[in-house]
């Protein structure tokens, strides 16, 4: 039973003739008739009283006629709203990043919304180490991560270029000074995220390689505490530059620069190399890149090529 075989036996239901049916298709009536009797073999019964003169249906012409209905208007259905999501008034966007990503995603799912306010947007969150694989479990569409993963497999936006910022209250004595050294750091206390990361790796080997003490005093599970912490007057923190960069501007807390400690760190919008992306994830990468475009460093849109 296809279709367009149910669409020809409603037109001779409705029109009550095979003459009028075939006119209104705009096909022979042999052709309709043909049609009907194979839908009414492939189903094992007889649709309409061929001695009725009022093109009467039978029994099992009345019960399949509701479902012809209902299977038509699904048709419609599917097709609107193919024609819904291809035209982003409705949609999916199935996106990942870790706590401190998510910050880089903000602006660019605001943007994105402003335009396309129908399409349902989810991050999911996770440990950026992870994000390739659930890639390949098809969980989501796009993650952000800091770091280049299987260039045969994944394709790789560099999106942000960010920065590590050494954080204090704007009562800490360290406030009042524009530049200190690593080693003018040996006495201080560090709120530190005790999630192990490369970038942690990173800044305790600086201070292994400046000879200098690193007080890990307290360890918060997330960037949003120690942020609170330090604010409160508690110590002193490094954090990425794109996560405290609100705090910094209203002055809740203090960046001090040092040298010894100017790490870069450049974020990317990461997918299946081999993936068909959705027409919500093809636009979105496309507000980014308008967004890159618009605001310019640290934000910028470099597709990375295969090493």
């Known amino acids: 039973m296809e279709l367009t075989q149910l669409e020809t036996f409603l037109a001779v ?11 209104r298709l705009n096909r022979t009536q042999p052709a309709v008739s043909q049609v009907i009797r194979k839908l009414e073999e ?12 009022d093109g009467s249906m039978t029994a099992a012409g009345v ?22 999501l291809k035209s982003l008034e409705r ?14 995603l903000l602006p660019a799912i605001d ?3 402003r335009e396309f306010p129908h399409v349902n947007v989810t991050v999911h969150r996770m440990l950026a180490s992870r994000i ?16 280049r993963p299987d260039a045969a497999q994944f394709r790789t936006i560099a999106v942000y270029g960010d920065s ?14 524009e530049r200190v050294s690593i080693n003018d750091l040996g006495r201080e206390d560090f709120i530190a995220h005790h999630v192990a990361s490369p970038l942690r790796r990173k800044v305790i080997e600086a201070f292994q390689r400046y000879r200098t003490p690193l007080n890990m005093g307290i360890e918060l599970p997330t960037i949003e505490a120690i942020k609170r912490f330090v604010a409160m007057g508690n110590g002193v923190a490094l954090v990425p530059h794109l996560a405290v960069a609100r705090e910094l ?25 081999q993936a068909t992306l959705s027409y919500a994830a093809r636009s979105f990468l496309k507000t980014v890149r308008s967004m890159a475009e618009d605001q310019g460093p640290p934000f910028y849109y470099h597709v990375e090529r295969t090493p």
């Not at 029109?15 to 006119?23: D, K, N, Q, T, V």
């Not at 189903?43 to 009283?49: A, H, I, Q, S, V």
């Not at 019960?63 to 819904?84: F, I, K």
């Not at 501007?249 to 997918?271: F, N, Q, Y």
Request: hydrophobic content about 45%; aromatic content about 6%; overall charge neutral.
């Open 249 to 273: 501007e209203i002055g809740d807390l203090v960046s001090v620069t040092v040298d010894e400690l100017a790490m870069k760190r450049v974020l990317r919008l990461v997918h299946r190399r």
């Open 13 to 23: 239901a409705e029109e009550r003739s095979f003459s009028r049916a075939a006119l």
């Open 63 to 84: 019960l399949l006629h509701d479902y012809a209905l209902r299977l038509l208007a699904l048709r419609r259905e599917a097709t609107s709203a193919l024609g819904e």
């Open 91 to 104: 949609g999916q966007l199935q996106l990942a990043a870790n706590e401190y990503t998510c910050m880089y």
């Open 164 to 177: 590590l910022a050494l954080i204090v209250s704007p009562k800490h004595p360290l406030a009042r000074a």
């Open 42 to 53: 492939s189903l094992g019964e007889t649709l309409f009283d061929r001695a009725a003169r």
């Open 111 to 113: 943007a994105f919304r």
């Open 132 to 147: 390739p694989e659930e890639l390949n479990l098809r969980t989501f569409e796009i993650g952000v991560i800091s770091y």
